[in-house]
């Protein structure tokens, strides 16, 4: 049977975008999404900063819970940051906030979306062995099932193998305890652990004195393997002191965040979504929002060719990310990856000499040029300098040499 578009990988991005083409002026497509998983469960819990610049998502209505104010620990130094409410456009009072979705609420709002539209289908618990591009693309179920499309999306996560590449790991429960323990008013952003072998940090989202979200977290080689269920249960002991508590969830994960991550498009009227689009930035490992914005791109540059039933000369939008950007997370991910052991000063140092409105502009990718100016001065010259103009000179020599 054949489709209008077919999303493989039924993920933040695959329903994302399905969502977005459950709206009724798609109505005349038929869009299918194949995904491997049988059912949806909370498995992972999106944070994400909202500022005043982001654009609005659909998804606003289920946040779980927003905070004004962060801090970062090392030791016994502290840098504590509160959002700064931005009023240059009039806005009064739509602050900056750090917030928080559950996965679940995600998945049961997307997939209430498509099962309202009548023309998009979701089919669980069907994995895809391979997609074929060309004028009439198709994908392969393991079952051995080809389905045809004038497009299909492959939402599937790249896979890399290579021990030296860059990974964040990390290992969260949430936790209940029978006493106030937390400061629901501040997340502990990164509470670092100086190590030789990665960034090591802990993260605390509290939301309410009596309940907290607790991750250890690590970016290094995918080579370093941390012990992280012992770390994790050491860290919340010494957290929680003499309250007694239950652990009532648990996430994990291990992202990649090799630097050459974007990858093109792999074959023709095949295009990435998600984590293989590049949505995720190497910097921070957050996704989120960015892979929101790239599916209602996509549904915004199909809505004149919706219409003619043709999507042949229909290109979606690519994920893109300002080349700036991409560089300076180079940058700065080749200088930890130098020295581990001073990662976390150099995180500290940012957030000891910037403003909450750039600290946050940097880390939600939105800074300006005068901010990521702002930000490069608050590192030290030597390191950063000295890697800039070697990253510079390597790129030069690349194009001088395909020149010849
Ligand atoms: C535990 C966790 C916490 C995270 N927290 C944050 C956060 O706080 N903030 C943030 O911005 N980002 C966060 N991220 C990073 C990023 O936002 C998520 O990884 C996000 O889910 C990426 O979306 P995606 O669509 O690329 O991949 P996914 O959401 O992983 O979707 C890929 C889908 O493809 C399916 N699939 C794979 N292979 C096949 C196949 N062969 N056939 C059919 N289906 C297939 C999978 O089952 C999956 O559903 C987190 C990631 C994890 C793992």
Redesign the pocket.
Known sequence: MAFDIVI???????L?LAAELAQAEFSKLRVLV????KSYVR??????WKTPHNAAHRYSHLERQQWSQWCVRQGVSTHQQASPTVTKDGEDGKATCYC?LDGDAFYSAAQSAIAKSGHVELRLG????QIVGGDTPSVET?EGEVIQAAWVFD???PIQTNENRLVQQ?L?REITTNSDVFDPTMVELMHFQPSTAGLHFFYVLPYSPRNALIETTWISPASVKPDFDTELQQFIASFVGSAAYEVVYE?????NLSLSHTTPNHALHVAR????AG??RAST???????LAHSAQIAMSLKSHAGTGDLKNWIPAAFKRHAIDEWMDTVFLTVLERDWSRSSWYFMQLFERLDAETMVAFLSGKASWRQRLLVTRALPTLPFSAQALSLLFKRASKLSGVSH
């Open positions: 493989v990988g039924g993920g933040l991005s695959g994302a194949l995904e491997q998983r498995d992972r819990t999106w944070s994400y928080t069907t994995s895809v062995r393991s939402a599937r996560p990390f969260g996430e994990k994960g291990s992202l979504l998600g984590r293989g949505t995720l490992g957050y996704a989120f929002l960015e892979t």
